[in-house]
């Protein structure tokens, strides 16, 4: 005679904090192997962009600089350098830590870079409306050397009265804007940003090659963030 028999484990549930930190240190190892394999990348990109660099020098000193085997060298050099600038852009975003985040706010970081993807330092970063009207509410940003800026945003206060992001009030569409150190627009984001609460949005932002300002900037960000003007004499 056959018998069905069945065993049943009982026990407490899991622990949330436990799992929501096994999951945030599972998270941290993937970011760090990510940032390892881009470290090595850059560190191949870079020797052979120095091995290119010897061989055109090579033949710079045999041929001359008219030679169009050198300019073909140095062409290959250039480009070479031009990968090594794009994976260091992807290693300093994998290695940047988020900022923190107020789950009723949200962030905006990045860098901001020339068109050689050279950091630019002392520019303003700031977010406007589709008028181009400055969104005090959200504060504004200068680039450190890196280029680096953090908009952090921790969402609308009711004691204080801000309306600025609550679910009465739609908010505007934003766009990222950017001035130079001469208090000159130099970038305006084509597409408008979503911000998602409790959640910090990387950009990396490469800055037209023209270098031509792109209007005025406006004036409630020109009262507090950006230099003066230097009246003519």
């Known amino acids: 005679m056959a018998t069905n028999s069945r065993t049943t484990t009982s026990g407490s549930p899991p622990d949330m904090s436990d799992i929501g930190n096994q999951v945030t240190s599972n998270l941290a190892s993937a970011d760090n192997i990510a940032a390892q394999r881009v470290q090595t990348l ?11 660099s010897r061989t055109a020098a090579t033949l710079k000193a045999q041929y001359g600089p008219s030679d169009p085997g050198v300019k073909s060298a140095e062409a290959a050099v250039a480009a ?53 009207a400055y969104q005090q509410a959200y504060g ?9 800026f953090v908009l952090n945003y921790t969402g609308s206060n009711p004691a204080s009265g801000d309306k600025s992001a609550t679910a009465t009030q739609a908010q505007p569409e934003l766009f990222v804007e950017i001035t130079d150190s001469k ?26 090659a023209d270098d031509q300002a792109i209007g005025a900037p406006p004036a409630q960000i020109r009262a507090i963030a950006l230099p003066k003007r230097k009246k003519k004499a």
Not at 46 to 52: D, E, M, S, V, Y
Not at 183 to 208: D, E, H, K, M, W
């Open 42 to 52: 850059m560190w191949v990109h870079q020797a052979r962009a120095a091995q290119l």
């Open 80 to 132: 070479a350098n031009a990968d090594v600038a794009r994976v260091a852009v992807v290693h300093q975003q994998v290695t940047t830590p988020e900022p923190q985040v107020a789950p009723s706010g949200w962030a905006l970081h990045g860098r901001v870079f020339d068109p050689e993807l050279k950091p630019v330092s002392g520019f303003t970063v700031f977010l406007v409306d589709a008028a181009k």
């Open 140 to 148: 504004f940003a200068y680039t450190d050397d890196t280029g680096y």
């Open 183 to 208: 208090a000159r627009p130099v970038y305006l984001s084509p597409t408008a940003f979503q911000p998602v609460l409790g959640s910090a949005t990387y950009q990396n932002i490469i800055l037209p």
